[in-house]
């Protein structure tokens, strides 16, 4: 499983798009990049998931270079409820999700 | 999306003893699920693979005589802990893929285990 490396916290004001960039240079070519929030004592919960270049859904962005090497996790005008720790995952696409190695996270912080 | 439980939410046991979690999806089946453990402030840590109908696949570290898994069936996973120590007081996590390709996983609700 490719190791991934975030920045360990980050804070941002409601209202503000926050950018989290993880890094993944051992990506593999079966590899997605998967990203999660957890909010303190509850599991993780699916945020979005991408192979390459910019997918959408109705809560983030996720961008992806030609490269894959890093990715981009976007959150438009955040709010006081998005502040949690977001996880960066990168596993093969024909194993289960589930089996998933962990990295230490962001903490974003969202102030008032 | 599919619905990932896990029962008790939170349980305070005596030095000794056993305790037993367990994890069902709710609106699909799961040939396997996976636990994880949760120090504070830390990151989640892989410690199982459950396989319904075999063995549990252990990672490095884990005792697998301490940390009892059953998958009975296509809905049901269990971790017992067994003669637990204040050291095992943890956040447990089961998860569960959806059953398609590269796609997320579900997640449980997590068990707070404070051992006393």
């Known amino acids: 499983l490719a190791k991934t490396t975030q920045p360990i916290s980050m804070d941002s004001y409601e209202g503000q798009e926050v950018n989290i960039t993880c890094s993944h240079n051992?990506?593999?070519?079966?590899?997605?990049i998967t990203w999660y929030q957890q909010f303190p004592s509850q599991g993780p919960r699916f945020i979005i998931q991408?192979?390459?270049t910019k997918v959408t859904n109705e809560v983030a962005s996720l961008f992806i270079p030609a490269d894959r090497k890093s990715s981009t996790l976007s959150l438009p005008r955040v709010s006081l409820s998005d502040t949690a720790v977001y996880y960066c995952?990168?596993?093969?696409?024909?194993?289960?999700?589930?089996?998933?190695?962990f990295g230490d996270g962001t903490t974003l912080t969202v102030k008032p | 999306g599919a619905v990932v439980s896990q029962h008790p939410s939170w349980v305070i046991c005596k030095s000794g003893t056993s305790v037993k979690i367990e994890c069902r999806s709710l609106?699909?089946?799961?040939?396997?699920m996976f636990w994880y453990r949760q120090f504070p402030k830390q990151s989640l840590m892989l410690m199982a693979t459950?396989?319904?109908?075999?063995?549990?696949?252990?990672e490095q570290g884990v005792e697998k005589d301490k940390f009892l898994i059953n998958h009975a069936s296509l809905t049901l996973s269990t971790l017992t802990v067994t003669s637990a120590h204040p050291e095992d007081s943890s956040f447990y996590i089961c998860?569960?893929?959806?059953?398609?390709?590269?796609?997320?996983?579900?997640f449980g609700q997590g068990t707070r285990l404070t051992v006393v």
């Open positions: 998860s569960a893929p959806s059953g398609r390709l590269h796609t997320e996983a579900f």
């Open positions: 051992n990506i593999a070519t079966n590899d997605y």
């Open positions: 991408g192979y390459k």
């Open positions: 995952l990168v596993g093969d696409a024909n194993t289960n999700a589930g089996k998933s190695t």
């Open positions: 609106d699909f089946q799961a040939t396997t």
């Open positions: 459950s396989n319904e109908g075999s063995k549990a696949t252990y």
